[in-house]
């Protein structure tokens, strides 16, 4: 087989890279099973190693729930089987540098469609219980992923890039959904906090690629484009929750106000004393201080969205959840935890990994393509990619004494369509609280089909726009990473942390010239 044919290049493509020590394997391995169309022993291992806890797991799961974990038809059987597909999906679409969680999404438009499974009203409840999840997950890893330093130099120009044009877009569409889907005034709104959320996962693996050439590290963009993101999302879950919660009361316009103000209080209270709390229990010398640690921002994010929801203050959750991982990372940098190696980031980018394909699995299961309206599917691309310019316009304008020139504002506002993990989290919430056949489920599915339609569209464009205008938009000045400081980061994860910049001094040749003395060492 020629090393230039396409199958040899895909199977290249398809080994993964392993830190550490090299794969051990059995003599014969090699003579059935050579590189590269097959995976090592150490990667084949692995996987079999997997399927076997998997069907372990599955078995002691039917044992206890019986037939609601059984084939074909079981409820938790269904949602297994999609959420391996997702998986898989999602690993396929990134052999081609795409997101991964849009592979997850269409896994499960496919298999849904094709009649592979059926999620019917039956997940009604697992789905919404699995979208509070994936919130505290999400929001708990953009707390720990916002460096309190870099933020503190780039604070007025991340408030005013991330709250504006959050605002525009979401106006945007709220207007357009109600005069052209013909919703309320109330699902418009509720439609619009969730489409004017970016998500982080989409743009970081973009900027990882930029950063790596030394694109825009002068001016910290990299940092920039991260932490608006983060604080988009913050704030398109929290407005969500205090709108639905204010939806679903049947309290007056005057304490639908208090209650608002008390949200967005009683959540950044919570945080800031949560995260102080998560700093002085246990006592960092404690040997199991990381465990405790992980568990506590956990235990308190699930604690504070479901504990929101049950006592009608919705909003507060996410609030809190995004405000306690923040002060608690930053209480943790100051006590020898190294910010680009991060344990509790780490266990919550684990967690991410289990929930993210069932999250995006079940997102994409509700969409029936023989209960979809055209018109309505014509009309929400339409509001989407209008919505999409005007926010890139905006963010141009506002972006107006930031330090950024015309074609780095440019860049960083096509970075900023890209949705994904909000809108599939938010995005079928309203079919929990509404009854079928009613004006409110009609409602309530054109959200679910825009916030889908906006992941389909702009996760791939925007992740694309961004790799290919990248090199030509930013300036390309230096990787201040030393050898060394590479080294001993292998160990580490790859950190959203490791976007940032030390400084933002100007191109220094003497340093380049350490560097290169470095690699040559």
């Known amino acids: 087989m020629s090393s230039r044919s396409w199958f040899y290049n895909f199977c290249m493509k398809c080994q993964a890279k392993d830190d550490g020590k090299p794969s051990w394997e059995p003599n014969f391995w090699q003579k059935i099973c050579p590189h590269p169309f097959f995976p090592t022993y150490r990667q084949f291992s692995r996987i079999l190693a997997l399927i076997l806890i998997g069907l372990l797991s599955w078995c002691s799961l039917y044992t206890i729930v019986g037939e609601t974990a059984g084939p074909p038809d079981g409820t938790l059987f269904q949602l297994i089987v999609l959420s391996i597909c997702a998986y898989f999906g999602g690993w396929l679409m990134s052999l081609t540098t795409f997101p991964a969680l849009v592979g997850m999404l269409f896994t499960g438009i496919l298999l849904q469609n094709i009649n592979a499974i059926d999620i019917d009203e039956h997940f009604t409840e697992i789905s919404k219980e699995l979208g509070h999840i994936a919130l505290v997950i999400i929001l708990i890893r953009a707390g720990l992923d916002l460096d309190s330093e870099a933020l503190h130099k780039l604070k007025y120009t991340v408030l005013k890039l991330s709250l504006i044009p959050w605002i525009i877009e979401?106006?945007?569409?709220?207007?357009?959904?109600?005069?052209?889907?013909?919703m309320s005034w109330e699902y418009s709104i509720l439609l619009g906090s969730i489409i004017a959320a970016v998500a982080p996962a989409v743009l970081v693996p973009c900027l990882f690629r930029l950063r790596a050439k030394g694109y825009g590290v002068a001016k910290g963009i990299p940092t920039l484009v991260i932490a608006v993101a983060s604080i988009d999302d913050a704030t398109s879950v929290a407005i969500f929750g205090i709108i639905k919660s204010i939806m679903f009361s049947d309290s007056s316009a005057v304490s639908n106000s208090i209650f608002g103000t008390l949200s967005i209080v009683g959540g950044i209270v919570f945080g800031v004393l949560w995260g102080i709390l998560c700093n002085y229990l246990?006592?960092?010398?404690?040997?199991?201080?990381?465990?405790?640690?992980?568990?506590?921002?956990?235990?308190?994010?699930?604690?504070?969205?479901?504990?929101?929801?049950?006592?009608?203050?919705?909003?507060?959750?996410?609030?809190?959840?995004?405000?306690?991982?923040?002060?608690?990372m930053a209480c943790w940098s100051k006590h020898g935890w190294e910010v680009d190696d991060n344990p509790a980031a780490t266990a919550f980018e684990i967690l991410w990994m289990i929930i993210q394909p069932i999250l995006f699995g079940v997102t994409g299961a509700k969409i029936k393509f023989s209960e979809l309206d055209g018109s309505v599917v014509g009309i929400s691309v339409g509001i989407l990619i209008t919505c999409?310019?005007?926010?890139?316009?905006?963010?141009?304008?506002?972006?107006?004494?930031?330090?950024?020139?015309?074609?780095e504002k440019v860049c960083v506002s096509i970075a900023w369509m890209c949705k994904g993990i909000v809108q599939a989290a938010l995005g079928p919430v309203a079919l929990t609280m509404v009854d079928q056949g009613t004006e409110e489920y009609d409602y309530a599915e054109k959200i679910l089909t825009t916030s889908v339609l906006s992941i389909i569209i702009t996760a791939p464009?925007?992740?694309?726009?961004?790799?290919?205008?990248?090199?030509?938009?930013?300036?390309?000045?230096?990787?201040?990473?030393?050898?060394?400081?590479?080294?001993?980061?292998?160990?580490?994860?790859l950190s959203l942390r490791d976007l940032s910049i030390a400084d933002e001094e100007e191109f220094n040749p003497h340093k380049m010239d350490q560097i290169r003395e470095d690699y040559t060492a």
């Open 170 to 182: 979401a106006a945007a569409v709220m207007i357009m959904s109600k005069y052209l889907l013909n």
């Open 282 to 328: 246990p006592e960092r010398n404690d040997p199991f201080t990381t465990p405790f640690r992980i568990l506590l921002l956990l235990t308190g994010g699930m604690a504070a969205v479901f504990g929101s929801e049950y006592i009608g203050y919705g909003g507060a959750g996410p609030l809190g959840c995004v405000t306690a991982a923040f002060v608690a």
């Open 388 to 407: 999409v310019v005007i926010r890139i316009l905006f963010t141009v304008v506002v972006g107006i004494g930031c330090k950024l020139n015309l074609k």
């Open 461 to 493: 464009t925007g992740a694309l726009l961004t790799t290919l205008l990248g090199p030509h938009l930013l300036t390309k000045g230096h990787n201040l990473l030393s050898l060394q400081e590479v080294r001993k980061r292998k160990k580490s994860r």
